[in-house]
């Protein structure tokens, strides 16, 4: 089922609908009549797949996203060699109940929000806005709606899979937007090579994490039926080539596997002797 399911990726249409001007490569638009911006869920969207339902009996230690941050900080990034913030590259340290990162570690500079820049926080790669919208809980409710009674929704946004420790600010000013090549023209946060475009909503990530992303990306949109443009396929394939697994990166995924139950194949498949037992 999932080689079905992975194999579909490649093979998803680019999506087009009939109303309120084009669509971006997420299915969303800036609707004219409406006066606002939204998503649609294609019809050729993909469903659910038999390893999302099979997953649940697996799950139910970790069934919210607060359990899946509190997990990832005592059990998963345990060790001080292990705490890096994912984008900047800075050491973070526990400091009362806060993790606070270390800017001098990777020279990183805010951009406007210093106070947010000062903290740690658990950022969806594949953001829960985008989950949500391909799903019917958001349109009448949004992520509260869907995280009281939608359970794949749940299932997606404690997924451990899909969170990573990231500076505030970063998390904030990345939002919802879009993965993409920008040019190298960093500095918008000091040394951090993370750039993101306001305007088309887009961000680069920094090369030593294109790979990361891009496998989870494919994990969640094979796990959850996501839908993902040819764009996106054609950009985090090559994103996994250039960027491929690291030995800590198989590390996480053991440790995410031994307490979710499922691990990330992209990943795990690709970790050989550097999966330790």
């Known amino acids: 089922m999932r080689s079905i399911l992975a ?9 087009a609908f009939p109303h309120g001007g084009g669509l971006n490569a997420e299915g969303c638009h800036n609707d004219r009549k409406r006066g606002e911006y939204h998503c649609h869920r294609p019809t050729n969207a993909l469903t659910p797949s038999v390893e999302t339902v099979s997953l ?16 990832l900080s005592s059990t998963v990034y345990r060790e001080q060699a292990e705490q890096i913030a994912f984008y900047s590259g800075c050491t973070y340290h526990r400091q009362g109940k806060k993790l606070v990162p270390d800017w001098a570690t990777c020279g990183y500079q805010p951009r406007k929000n210093a106070n947010r820049g000062s903290r740690i926080e658990w950022e ?6 985008v989950i949500g919208h391909q799903r019917q809980c958001w ?3 949004g992520r509260k709606n869907c995280s009281r009674n939608d359970e794949i929704f749940r299932m997606a946004e404690a997924d451990m899979h899909n969170l990573v420790p990231a500076i505030g600010e970063l998390n904030g000013d990345r939002s919802n937007y879009r993965f993409t090549e920008l040019g190298d023209d960093f500095g918008q946060y000091g040394n ?21 992303i891009a496998r989870t990306y494919l994990y969640m949109a094979e796990t959850y039926g996501l839908s993902l443009s040819q764009s996106q396929v054609r950009l985090f394939n090559a994103w996994n080539r250039q960027d491929p697994v690291d030995t800590w990166e198989c590390e996480k995924d053991r440790r995410i596997s031994g307490i979710q139950g499922n691990s990330n194949r992209f990943v795990s498949t690709n970790c050989g002797s550097n999966r330790s037992g």
């Not at 649940?56 to 997990?71: H, L």
Request: proline share 7%; net charge positive.
């Open 124 to 129: 969806h790669v594949v953001p829960a806005w």
């Open 7 to 15: 194999a579909s990726l490649f093979l998803i249409p680019a999506l």
């Open 139 to 141: 349109q009448t409710g």
């Open 192 to 212: 951090v090579e993370f750039r993101v475009d306001f305007k088309q909503r887009a961000v680069q990530p920094p090369a030593n994490r294109k790979g990361d």
């Open 56 to 71: 649940k009996s697996d799950r139910n230690s970790i069934t919210t996203f607060s359990q899946a941050k509190r997990v």
